[in-house]
């Protein structure tokens, strides 16, 4: 079975730090995406990377980046921590894009 | 822009009822169709996904079907369990975005 693992299931910061949300996927997969889910506005893509070292924007990329330094391994930046980026952030990886993704347990950030 | 829409947002059904729960997009030029299981507090499980070129896929009892030409989905949920509650989301892949466009799901209750 696939494992996404994210590194903490519940988060607070404080606004204006800078936080990093890991995510480690065990399948080799070439595709990894970050979303965040808000109640009534469902998952929206933040970034994915269909390989290492490349990114590419989705839908709500502001006040965030990411890194992919390995192949396995894909982590999400917010500069800058601000009240409206607390959300649940989830995970997934695919083998290829039009494959199912397989998502982490997700992680519930909240910015003070 | 592809919009995904799941109606109703949420439904309860007494145990051992069948159920459909029902998926419409706006965008026919998809690839694929996908369905997800998603537990509170929890990331999304895939369950079944239909390629553009299918009509239907099915799993246990579960049995998903794709309508292009009207833009439609159903999951079909045979002899419904309590274990089943949860909230499922469709989403569809491919079309002007070639990304995967989540729809804000359906929460499910089954009763006792």
């Known amino acids: 079975d696939v494992k996404v693992t994210q590194s903490s299931r519940y988060l607070v910061k404080r606004t204006g730090e800078k936080v990093f949300l890991e995510c480690v996927q065990d399948m080799d997969h070439e595709n990894m995406f970050w979303y965040r889910q808000d109640p009534g506005l469902g998952l929206r893509l933040i970034y994915f990377?269909?390989?290492?070292?490349?990114?590419e924007k989705g839908d709500i990329p502001e006040g965030y980046s990411v890194s992919r330094e390995k192949k396995e391994r894909f982590s999400l930046i917010l500069e800058s921590a601000s009240t409206n980026q607390t959300s649940m952030y989830l995970c997934a990886s695919s083998f290829t894009r039009d494959q199912p993704q397989h998502f982490g347990d997700g992680t519930r950030l909240s910015i003070l | 822009k592809q919009e995904v829409t799941q109606i109703p947002a949420a439904l309860s059904v007494p145990e051992g009822e069948n159920l459909v729960l029902n998926c419409s997009f706006t965008d026919s030029a998809i690839y694929n169709l996908q369905w997800f299981r998603q537990d509170p507090g929890k990331g999304l499980t895939s369950l079944l996904l239909i390629q553009s070129s299918q009509r239907e896929q099915t799993s246990g009892r579960l049995n998903a079907s794709l309508d292009k030409s009207s833009g439609r989905s159903t999951l079909y949920i045979a002899a419904s369990q309590p274990g089943d509650s949860a909230t499922y989301l469709c989403?569809?892949?491919?079309?002007?975005?070639?990304?995967?466009?989540f729809g804000t799901g359906t929460l499910l209750a089954v009763q006792p």
């Open positions: 990377s269909y390989d290492v070292k490349m990114k």
């Open positions: 989403a569809a892949y491919g079309g002007a975005t070639n990304k995967l466009i």
